[in-house]
C-alpha cells in the first residue's frame, strides 16, 4: 500500500459543476497538507496548504483535512474549463533535520468540459 | 520574482550516456529539491540540498548524483542512462525554513 493513494481519474464534469478531489494517507505522521495543480508540460502550481485538521478556502477552491480519518480533500467550485490540469496531493511531516520532503499522491486528471 | 528555472527543457539521449540538468531556485530560496515524475510511478523524491549539502536522499541508485552551488544554483547528474530513465525531471525551491515546494517547469529526458 502507498502511503498516499489517489485516484488518477479522468475525472470529466460539466463547466460550472462542484468538483471534489480525494487523497488517502497512511501515514499518521503528517502534518501539512498540500494542493499542486499541474497543466501539461508544466511543472506543478501549489495551489493550497493547509496544516492539521479542519478547512481553509481561497476563492472558488477549498482544502478540507481530516486526520481522524487520514483523508484529505479539494473543493472546487464553479469549475472552469480553465481548472482542466492534473491535481496533486501532497503531505509532510514535522521537519526531519530541517527539511519537510513531502510525499506525492500520483495525481487526479480533471476535464471540466464548456 | 522570478520562477524556478531549468535547463534544458527538452533533451535526448541514449542509452550509456550521461546527463545534466541544471536549475535556479527562486531569489532567497536556499533549499533545492529533485524530483523525478513519470506516468507510472508518479512524482519521486531524488534529493534535496540545502547550502550546499545534500541534506535528504531518496531511494535512487548512485546513478543519479547532484550538488548545488554557493548562489543556491543546483546541478542534477545521471550517469550510465537507461531507458527507464525517460521522465520529467523537476526541481523545486523553498525558503529554508518552509514548507511550499515551488517547483520549475522542468527538464523532459528522453533516453533512447
Known amino acids: 500500500q502507498k502511503e498516499v493513494e489517489q485516484d488518477p481519474g479522468p475525472l470529466s464534469v460539466p463547466e460550472g459543476a462542484i468538483v471534489s478531489l480525494n487523497c488517502t494517507y497512511s501515514n499518521s505522521a503528517f502534518q501539512y497538507f498540500m494542493w499542486y495543480r499541474q497543466y501539461s508540460r508544466k511543472g506543478p502550481e501549489l495551489l493550497m496548504y493547509t496544516y492539521s485538521s479542519g478547512n481553509k478556502e481561497d476563492g472558488r477552491f477549498t482544502a478540507q483535512v481530516d486526520k481522524s480519518s487520514k483523508y484529505i480533500s479539494l473543493f472546487i467550485r464553479d469549475s472552469q474549463p480553465s481548472d482542466s490540469a492534473t491535481y496533486l496531493c501532497a503531505m509532510s511531516a514535522s521537519p526531519s533535520g530541517g527539511s519537510y520532503i513531502p510525499t506525492f499522491g500520483r495525481g487526479t486528471s480533471l476535464i471540466v468540459h464548456p | 520574482k522570478a520562477g524556478v528555472t531549468q535547463t534544458p527543457r527538452y533533451l535526448i539521449k541514449t542509452r550509456g550516456q550521461q546527463v545534466t540538468l541544471s536549475c535556479s531556485p527562486i531569489?532567497?530560496?536556499?533549499?533545492v529539491s529533485w524530483y523525478q515524475q513519470t506516468p507510472g510511478q508518479g512524482l519521486q523524491f531524488l534529493f534535496e540540498y540545502f547550502s550546499e549539502t545534500q541534506r535528504n536522499k531518496g531511494n535512487f541508485p548512485g546513478r543519479f548524483s547532484g550538488r548545488q552551488f554557493s548562489n543556491s544554483r543546483s546541478e542534477m547528474n545521471v550517469s550510465t542512462l537507461e531507458l527507464g530513465d525517460s521522465a520529467l525531471y523537476l526541481c523545486?525551491?523553498?525558503?529554508?525554513?518552509?514548507?511550499?515546494?515551488?517547483f520549475g517547469p522542468g527538464t523532459r529526458l528522453t533516453v533512447l
Open positions: 523545486a525551491s523553498s525558503l529554508s525554513d518552509r514548507n511550499e515546494q515551488f
Open positions: 531569489s532567497g530560496h536556499r533549499s
